[in-house]
């Protein structure tokens, strides 16, 4: 295993310890193998120290390892083996990733809406269509060009 197939990205996302179990190993291994790593690694942490991993950088980065809406969906229904939930748990509430936050805000607001109200909702527009259709019908009388 060659010390150079870590990158800096990686070695970023192992200290914001954002990879996955194998990568993590595979970066602990590569670590304990190479001097010359475990200097990029310290390095990386001052870079860090020094404000140098911008924000942007970290959002870049982050961003790659978010999880999908479906995901999020099974993590708000709580239907996450462990290893999914406590990534979540993590991308979400210690890295706070701000896209997905809000990805959950939105599947949380549909999910919480009651569902009498998102059928009558339903009841109500179609109602309206039917309505406008009827309009329609009766207004449009010599109109060759129906819209349905
Ligand atoms: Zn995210």
Request: aromatic share 6%; glycine share 4%.
């Amino acid at each position: 295993m060659a010390m150079s197939e870590i990158t800096r990205e990686q070695l970023h996302a192992y200290l914001d310890d954002a990879l996955s179990d194998a990568e993590t190993a595979r970066v602990e291994q590569a670590l304990r193998d190479s001097e010359t790593l475990r200097r990029s690694l310290r390095q990386a942490m001052q870079e860090r120290d020094r404000g140098e991993h911008s924000l942007g950088a970290v959002w870049r980065r982050e961003r790659l390892t978010c999880p999908t809406r479906e995901q999020l969906g099974s993590y708000l229904l709580q239907v996450l083996d462990e290893g999914e939930l406590d990534y979540l748990d993590f991308h979400l509430n210690t890295i706070g990733c701000p896209y997905c936050v809000a990805n959950l805000a939105d599947l949380q607001a549909l999910q919480q809406e009651p569902a009498p109200r998102a059928r009558e909702r339903r009841r109500r527009f179609f109602q309206s269509s039917a309505g406008y259709l009827q309009d329609c019908r009766e207004t449009k009388n010599d109109d060759p060009t129906r819209r349905k």
